[in-house]
Protein backbone atom coordinates (compact mmCIF):
# COMPACT_ATOMS: atom_id res chain seq x y z
CA UNK A 1 0.00 0.00 0.00
CA UNK A 2 1.10 3.38 -1.05
CA UNK A 3 1.54 5.67 2.33
CA UNK A 4 2.29 8.99 1.72
CA UNK A 5 13.53 16.68 -12.91
CA UNK A 6 19.50 23.74 -18.82
CA UNK A 7 19.36 24.59 -21.62
CA UNK A 8 17.28 24.07 -25.18
CA UNK A 9 20.09 22.77 -28.11
CA UNK A 10 19.76 23.82 -31.86
CA UNK A 11 16.11 23.11 -32.96
CA UNK A 12 18.11 20.15 -35.29
CA UNK A 13 18.63 18.25 -32.17
CA UNK A 14 14.84 18.71 -31.23
CA UNK A 15 13.83 17.61 -34.42
CA UNK A 16 16.42 14.68 -35.47
CA UNK A 17 17.86 13.33 -32.37
CA UNK A 18 20.99 13.36 -30.76
CA UNK A 19 24.09 15.48 -32.53
CA UNK A 20 27.38 13.74 -31.70
CA UNK A 21 29.09 15.45 -28.78
CA UNK A 22 31.30 14.84 -25.85
CA UNK A 23 32.05 14.86 -22.17
CA UNK A 24 35.47 13.99 -21.49
CA UNK A 25 36.49 10.66 -22.92
CA UNK A 26 32.37 10.05 -24.02
CA UNK A 27 31.83 10.32 -27.50
CA UNK A 28 28.46 10.17 -29.42
CA UNK A 29 29.51 8.10 -32.40
CA UNK A 30 26.03 7.31 -34.32
CA UNK A 31 22.87 7.63 -33.45
CA UNK A 32 19.19 7.16 -35.52
CA UNK A 33 15.37 7.81 -34.92
CA UNK A 34 12.89 5.71 -35.91
CA UNK A 35 9.03 5.86 -35.13
CA UNK A 36 7.14 4.08 -32.39
CA UNK A 37 3.17 4.69 -33.51
CA UNK A 38 3.15 8.29 -31.95
CA UNK A 39 6.66 8.27 -30.04
CA UNK A 40 9.83 9.00 -31.54
CA UNK A 41 12.72 6.40 -29.63
CA UNK A 42 16.23 7.73 -30.66
CA UNK A 43 19.25 5.54 -30.22
CA UNK A 44 22.90 6.35 -29.69
CA UNK A 45 26.25 4.81 -29.33
CA UNK A 46 28.51 6.41 -26.90
CA UNK A 47 32.06 4.89 -26.81
CA UNK A 48 34.22 5.64 -23.67
CA UNK A 49 37.16 4.15 -23.98
CA UNK A 50 39.98 2.88 -26.63
CA UNK A 51 38.52 -0.59 -26.28
CA UNK A 52 35.78 -1.77 -28.97
CA UNK A 53 33.58 -2.90 -26.10
CA UNK A 54 33.82 0.34 -23.83
CA UNK A 55 30.68 1.81 -25.34
CA UNK A 56 27.14 2.22 -24.44
CA UNK A 57 23.71 3.07 -25.39
CA UNK A 58 22.09 5.85 -24.70
CA UNK A 59 18.05 5.87 -25.63
CA UNK A 60 15.30 9.12 -26.07
CA UNK A 61 11.77 8.42 -26.34
CA UNK A 62 9.17 11.16 -26.48
CA UNK A 63 5.86 11.99 -28.05
CA UNK A 64 6.29 13.49 -31.59
CA UNK A 65 4.15 16.20 -31.07
CA UNK A 66 2.89 17.70 -27.82
CA UNK A 67 4.04 19.18 -24.14
CA UNK A 68 7.00 17.67 -22.26
CA UNK A 69 6.03 17.71 -18.49
CA UNK A 70 9.78 16.24 -17.49
CA UNK A 71 12.23 13.99 -18.48
CA UNK A 72 12.47 10.10 -16.62
CA UNK A 73 16.35 8.59 -16.83
CA UNK A 74 15.71 4.51 -16.57
CA UNK A 75 18.57 2.26 -15.38
CA UNK A 76 17.44 -1.48 -16.81
CA UNK A 77 18.42 -4.29 -14.17
CA UNK A 78 21.04 -6.93 -14.53
CA UNK A 79 22.14 -8.08 -17.73
CA UNK A 80 19.61 -5.96 -19.94
CA UNK A 81 19.32 -3.01 -21.65
CA UNK A 82 16.94 -0.68 -23.10
CA UNK A 83 14.40 -3.06 -24.31
CA UNK A 84 13.51 -4.20 -21.16
CA UNK A 85 11.98 -0.73 -20.70
CA UNK A 86 10.12 -1.22 -24.38
CA UNK A 87 8.98 -4.71 -24.17
CA UNK A 88 5.85 -6.21 -23.37
CA UNK A 89 4.49 -9.66 -22.96
CA UNK A 90 1.79 -8.79 -25.87
CA UNK A 91 4.14 -7.89 -28.09
CA UNK A 92 3.07 -3.88 -28.63
CA UNK A 93 5.99 -1.71 -27.97
CA UNK A 94 2.84 0.79 -27.12
CA UNK A 95 2.30 -1.25 -23.96
CA UNK A 96 5.40 -0.67 -22.52
CA UNK A 97 6.78 0.57 -19.93
CA UNK A 98 8.73 3.37 -21.26
CA UNK A 99 5.99 3.58 -23.64
CA UNK A 100 3.55 4.17 -20.99
CA UNK A 101 5.15 7.34 -19.64
CA UNK A 102 6.43 8.47 -23.06
CA UNK A 103 2.72 8.38 -24.35
CA UNK A 104 1.67 10.73 -20.93
CA UNK A 105 4.21 13.37 -21.70
CA UNK A 106 7.10 12.33 -20.61
CA UNK A 107 10.93 12.13 -22.27
CA UNK A 108 11.77 8.99 -21.37
CA UNK A 109 15.48 8.40 -21.16
CA UNK A 110 17.25 5.29 -21.38
CA UNK A 111 20.57 2.68 -20.77
CA UNK A 112 21.74 0.01 -22.21
CA UNK A 113 25.15 -0.98 -20.64
CA UNK A 114 28.35 -1.93 -21.96
CA UNK A 115 28.07 -5.65 -21.99
CA UNK A 116 24.88 -5.53 -24.40
CA UNK A 117 25.40 -6.87 -27.57
CA UNK A 118 28.55 -8.96 -26.94
CA UNK A 119 27.79 -12.62 -28.20
CA UNK A 120 28.12 -15.73 -25.85
CA UNK A 121 31.81 -17.23 -26.32
CA UNK A 122 33.16 -14.35 -28.15
CA UNK A 123 35.17 -13.24 -24.79
CA UNK A 124 36.44 -17.53 -24.07
CA UNK A 125 37.13 -17.61 -27.38
CA UNK A 126 39.63 -14.68 -27.96
CA UNK A 127 37.46 -13.06 -30.63
CA UNK A 128 36.67 -10.15 -28.56
CA UNK A 129 38.95 -8.69 -25.82
CA UNK A 130 37.04 -8.41 -23.08
CA UNK A 131 39.66 -7.38 -20.79
CA UNK A 132 38.09 -3.72 -20.38
CA UNK A 133 35.26 -5.25 -18.04
CA UNK A 134 38.37 -5.34 -15.08
CA UNK A 135 37.72 -1.88 -15.06
CA UNK A 136 33.60 -1.20 -15.46
CA UNK A 137 31.67 -2.22 -12.13
CA UNK A 138 28.87 0.53 -10.46
CA UNK A 139 31.31 3.44 -11.20
CA UNK A 140 31.28 2.30 -14.88
CA UNK A 141 27.11 2.83 -14.34
CA UNK A 142 27.17 6.44 -12.58
CA UNK A 143 29.46 7.84 -15.25
CA UNK A 144 27.75 6.72 -17.65
CA UNK A 145 24.21 7.93 -16.56
CA UNK A 146 26.03 11.17 -15.53
CA UNK A 147 26.86 11.77 -19.24
CA UNK A 148 23.12 10.95 -20.26
CA UNK A 149 22.30 13.02 -17.79
CA UNK A 150 24.52 15.68 -19.35
CA UNK A 151 22.75 15.24 -22.64
CA UNK A 152 19.16 15.47 -21.16
CA UNK A 153 20.29 19.31 -20.27
CA UNK A 154 21.18 20.51 -23.60
CA UNK A 155 17.60 19.71 -24.71
CA UNK A 156 15.14 20.37 -22.16
CA UNK A 157 14.56 23.42 -20.34
CA UNK A 158 15.66 24.22 -17.08
CA UNK A 159 12.14 24.06 -15.70
CA UNK A 160 11.64 20.29 -16.93
CA UNK A 161 13.87 18.46 -13.88
CA UNK A 162 15.40 15.13 -14.10
CA UNK A 163 13.79 11.57 -12.20
CA UNK A 164 15.58 8.96 -11.82
CA UNK A 165 14.87 5.60 -11.76
CA UNK A 166 15.09 1.28 -12.47
CA UNK A 167 14.60 -1.81 -11.56
CA UNK A 168 16.31 -4.46 -9.91
CA UNK A 169 19.93 -3.99 -10.69
CA UNK A 170 18.93 -0.23 -12.13
CA UNK A 171 17.26 0.61 -8.55
CA UNK A 172 20.68 -0.50 -7.02
CA UNK A 173 22.86 2.10 -9.71
CA UNK A 174 20.02 4.43 -9.21
CA UNK A 175 20.62 4.53 -4.90
CA UNK A 176 24.34 4.90 -6.44
CA UNK A 177 23.87 7.77 -8.99
CA UNK A 178 21.97 9.88 -6.34
CA UNK A 179 24.71 9.08 -4.24
CA UNK A 180 27.41 10.41 -6.42
CA UNK A 181 25.59 13.23 -7.91
CA UNK A 182 22.76 14.22 -5.19
CA UNK A 183 21.92 17.82 -6.73
CA UNK A 184 21.42 16.11 -10.14
CA UNK A 185 18.33 15.03 -10.18
CA UNK A 186 15.20 15.68 -8.47
CA UNK A 187 13.46 12.93 -7.51
CA UNK A 188 14.07 8.70 -7.48
CA UNK A 189 12.01 5.76 -7.81
CA UNK A 190 14.22 3.01 -6.68
CA UNK A 191 12.48 -0.86 -8.25
CA UNK A 192 13.37 -3.52 -5.58
CA UNK A 193 16.99 -2.31 -5.78
CA UNK A 194 19.55 -2.61 -2.85
CA UNK A 195 22.62 -1.57 -1.83
CA UNK A 196 22.40 -0.59 1.77
CA UNK A 197 21.56 -3.32 4.93
CA UNK A 198 21.32 -3.60 8.48
CA UNK A 199 20.21 -6.89 9.42
CA UNK A 200 23.57 -8.86 10.60
CA UNK A 201 22.42 -11.95 8.56
CA UNK A 202 21.98 -10.31 5.41
CA UNK A 203 25.58 -8.21 6.30
CA UNK A 204 27.09 -11.80 7.24
CA UNK A 205 25.65 -13.68 3.63
CA UNK A 206 26.74 -10.78 1.46
CA UNK A 207 30.17 -10.02 3.15
CA UNK A 208 31.37 -14.12 1.99
CA UNK A 209 29.91 -13.31 -1.56
CA UNK A 210 31.99 -10.43 -1.21
CA UNK A 211 35.07 -12.27 -0.23
CA UNK A 212 34.29 -14.82 -3.19
CA UNK A 213 33.85 -12.32 -5.58
CA UNK A 214 37.28 -10.76 -4.79
CA UNK A 215 38.85 -13.70 -5.54
CA UNK A 216 37.86 -14.24 -8.52
CA UNK A 217 38.39 -10.62 -9.74
CA UNK A 218 41.96 -11.34 -8.12
CA UNK A 219 42.59 -14.52 -10.04
CA UNK A 220 41.29 -12.68 -13.77
CA UNK A 221 37.71 -13.84 -13.64
CA UNK A 222 36.55 -10.23 -14.77
CA UNK A 223 32.93 -11.56 -16.35
CA UNK A 224 30.48 -13.95 -15.80
CA UNK A 225 29.28 -15.83 -18.91
CA UNK A 226 26.98 -18.28 -17.67
CA UNK A 227 24.64 -16.98 -14.65
CA UNK A 228 21.99 -15.17 -16.67
CA UNK A 229 22.07 -17.08 -19.94
CA UNK A 230 21.17 -20.04 -17.59
CA UNK A 231 18.23 -18.75 -16.35
CA UNK A 232 16.96 -17.51 -20.14
CA UNK A 233 17.75 -21.17 -21.43
CA UNK A 234 16.03 -22.71 -18.12
CA UNK A 235 12.91 -20.36 -18.62
CA UNK A 236 13.00 -21.06 -22.59
CA UNK A 237 12.41 -24.57 -22.01
CA UNK A 238 9.59 -24.26 -19.82
CA UNK A 239 8.10 -22.34 -22.95
CA UNK A 240 8.54 -24.47 -25.65
CA UNK A 241 8.68 -27.80 -23.91
CA UNK A 242 7.31 -27.07 -20.84
CA UNK A 243 6.56 -31.49 -19.96
CA UNK A 244 9.86 -32.52 -20.80
CA UNK A 245 12.30 -33.73 -18.19
CA UNK A 246 14.27 -30.64 -17.01
CA UNK A 247 18.00 -31.30 -17.68
CA UNK A 248 19.20 -29.08 -15.04
CA UNK A 249 16.91 -30.04 -11.73
CA UNK A 250 16.22 -34.03 -11.71
CA UNK A 251 13.04 -35.21 -11.01
CA UNK A 252 11.18 -32.28 -12.17
CA UNK A 253 9.92 -30.93 -15.81
CA UNK A 254 11.46 -28.34 -17.71
CA UNK A 255 8.15 -26.13 -15.57
CA UNK A 256 8.91 -26.96 -12.78
CA UNK A 257 12.47 -26.21 -13.11
CA UNK A 258 11.41 -22.76 -13.94
CA UNK A 259 9.30 -22.24 -10.64
CA UNK A 260 12.01 -23.79 -8.86
CA UNK A 261 14.67 -21.22 -10.14
CA UNK A 262 12.35 -18.24 -9.67
CA UNK A 263 10.73 -19.42 -6.73
CA UNK A 264 12.80 -21.16 -4.37
CA UNK A 265 15.45 -18.88 -2.77
CA UNK A 266 19.06 -20.31 -3.92
CA UNK A 267 22.51 -19.65 -3.11
CA UNK A 268 25.12 -17.23 -4.72
CA UNK A 269 25.12 -13.70 -5.01
CA UNK A 270 22.60 -13.72 -7.61
CA UNK A 271 20.47 -14.05 -4.15
CA UNK A 272 21.54 -11.98 -1.41
CA UNK A 273 19.30 -12.67 1.15
CA UNK A 274 18.41 -16.11 2.85
CA UNK A 275 14.75 -15.68 1.41
CA UNK A 276 14.92 -14.04 -1.92
CA UNK A 277 12.85 -14.97 -4.48
CA UNK A 278 12.18 -13.88 -7.77
CA UNK A 279 8.23 -14.90 -8.35
CA UNK A 280 6.13 -16.30 -5.15
CA UNK A 281 4.84 -19.95 -6.21
CA UNK A 282 5.24 -23.51 -5.47
CA UNK A 283 6.94 -26.62 -7.51
CA UNK A 284 4.39 -28.87 -6.24
CA UNK A 285 1.67 -26.59 -7.38
CA UNK A 286 3.42 -25.84 -10.64
CA UNK A 287 3.16 -22.56 -10.65
CA UNK A 288 3.69 -18.79 -9.49
CA UNK A 289 1.10 -16.75 -7.29
CA UNK A 290 0.75 -13.54 -8.88
CA UNK A 291 3.32 -13.20 -12.15
CA UNK A 292 1.66 -13.73 -14.96
CA UNK A 293 3.79 -16.34 -17.17
CA UNK A 294 3.90 -14.91 -20.49
CA UNK A 295 6.08 -11.64 -18.78
CA UNK A 296 8.48 -14.15 -17.37
CA UNK A 297 8.63 -15.71 -20.58
CA UNK A 298 9.13 -12.42 -22.61
CA UNK A 299 11.61 -10.57 -19.87
CA UNK A 300 13.66 -13.45 -19.11
CA UNK A 301 14.27 -14.07 -23.01
CA UNK A 302 16.00 -10.78 -23.08
CA UNK A 303 18.83 -11.29 -20.70
CA UNK A 304 22.50 -10.30 -22.23
CA UNK A 305 25.03 -13.03 -22.80
CA UNK A 306 27.95 -11.25 -19.81
CA UNK A 307 28.16 -9.50 -16.69
CA UNK A 308 31.11 -7.90 -15.54
CA UNK A 309 32.13 -9.17 -12.29
CA UNK A 310 32.90 -5.85 -10.37
CA UNK A 311 29.32 -4.87 -10.93
CA UNK A 312 28.41 -8.21 -8.75
CA UNK A 313 31.25 -7.46 -6.36
CA UNK A 314 30.51 -3.94 -5.99
CA UNK A 315 26.40 -5.05 -5.39
CA UNK A 316 27.47 -7.80 -2.97
CA UNK A 317 29.91 -5.26 -0.81
CA UNK A 318 28.02 -2.78 -0.63
CA UNK A 319 25.15 -5.14 0.93
CA UNK A 320 27.98 -6.67 3.19
CA UNK A 321 28.86 -2.99 4.67
CA UNK A 322 31.08 -1.58 2.31
CA UNK A 323 29.98 2.36 1.92
CA UNK A 324 31.44 3.30 -1.14
CA UNK A 325 27.80 4.04 -3.17
CA UNK A 326 25.73 4.66 -0.06
CA UNK A 327 27.80 7.07 1.75
CA UNK A 328 26.42 10.02 0.57
CA UNK A 329 22.84 9.40 0.53
CA UNK A 330 22.02 11.89 3.50
CA UNK A 331 22.97 14.64 0.72
CA UNK A 332 20.11 13.45 -1.38
CA UNK A 333 16.61 15.60 -0.10
CA UNK A 334 14.69 14.79 -3.29
CA UNK A 335 11.32 12.68 -2.92
CA UNK A 336 12.01 9.10 -3.61
CA UNK A 337 9.93 6.31 -4.45
CA UNK A 338 10.51 2.64 -3.13
CA UNK A 339 8.67 -0.19 -4.18
CA UNK A 340 9.47 -3.75 -2.55
CA UNK A 341 8.32 -7.36 -2.40
CA UNK A 342 8.55 -9.04 1.23
CA UNK A 343 10.23 -11.73 -0.04
CA UNK A 344 12.46 -9.20 -2.34
CA UNK A 345 13.71 -6.04 -0.86
CA UNK A 346 11.33 -4.47 1.12
CA UNK A 347 13.37 -5.20 4.13
CA UNK A 348 16.53 -3.41 2.36
CA UNK A 349 14.07 -0.53 1.33
CA UNK A 350 13.09 0.56 5.21
CA UNK A 351 16.95 0.43 6.07
CA UNK A 352 17.69 2.65 2.84
CA UNK A 353 15.09 4.86 4.76
CA UNK A 354 17.64 5.55 7.57
CA UNK A 355 20.39 7.24 5.74
CA UNK A 356 18.90 9.18 3.00
CA UNK A 357 18.01 12.79 3.50
CA UNK A 358 14.98 12.62 1.88
CA UNK A 359 11.88 13.30 4.06
CA UNK A 360 9.54 12.56 1.15
CA UNK A 361 9.83 8.80 1.27
CA UNK A 362 6.88 6.56 -0.90
CA UNK A 363 6.66 3.01 -0.14
CA UNK A 364 4.71 0.74 -2.75
CA UNK A 365 5.45 -2.69 -0.68
CA UNK A 366 3.46 -5.70 -0.98
CA UNK A 367 4.32 -8.52 1.71
CA UNK A 368 3.73 -11.76 -0.29
CA UNK A 369 5.35 -10.48 -3.65
CA UNK A 370 8.86 -11.45 -4.61
CA UNK A 371 11.73 -9.18 -6.05
CA UNK A 372 9.88 -9.12 -9.91
CA UNK A 373 6.09 -10.02 -8.78
CA UNK A 374 5.20 -5.99 -9.33
CA UNK A 375 7.06 -6.26 -12.32
CA UNK A 376 5.27 -9.48 -13.61
CA UNK A 377 1.94 -9.45 -12.47
CA UNK A 378 -0.97 -9.01 -14.53
CA UNK A 379 -1.80 -6.23 -12.22
CA UNK A 380 1.39 -4.31 -13.24
CA UNK A 381 -0.74 -1.15 -14.67
CA UNK A 382 -2.21 -0.68 -11.57
CA UNK A 383 0.20 -1.52 -8.79
CA UNK A 384 3.61 -0.75 -11.07
CA UNK A 385 2.76 2.31 -13.67
CA UNK A 386 -0.26 3.10 -12.31
CA UNK A 387 1.28 3.57 -8.48
CA UNK A 388 4.82 5.08 -10.05
CA UNK A 389 2.66 7.99 -12.81
CA UNK A 390 0.59 8.62 -9.30
CA UNK A 391 3.72 8.96 -7.52
CA UNK A 392 5.19 11.37 -10.58
CA UNK A 393 1.85 13.68 -10.26
CA UNK A 394 2.01 14.26 -6.66
CA UNK A 395 6.70 14.95 -6.61
CA UNK A 396 6.59 17.13 -10.51
Not at 350 to 364: A, E
Request: contains cysteine.
Amino acid sequence: MVRQFVRVSVAALLGLGLLAGSLGAQTVTSSSTHAVGPLLQTDSVVTVGPSAIDKFGMHRLRRAHGAVRGALLLLPPLGNGFSFFTADDSGNPLRSFAAYFALRGWEVWGYSPRATGLVAGSCESGAVDCSAMADWGLQATIDDAAFIRSRIAEVLPAHRPVLVGGFSLGGMTTIATINAHPDDYDGAFILEGALYAENPAVLALNQGYCAGLEAQLAAGQIYDGQSLPFIRTAVGLAASNPAAPSPFFPGLSNHQGMIFLLAVPQIGPLWPTANFIRCAGDVGQDRFFYSKESRVIVFSSLFNDYTDNLTIRDISCSLAGERTFTGNLGAFTGPVYLMGGGVGFAEQNHDLVHILGSTRITFNEIPAFGHADHWFTQRHRQVLEGDLDRWLNRVR
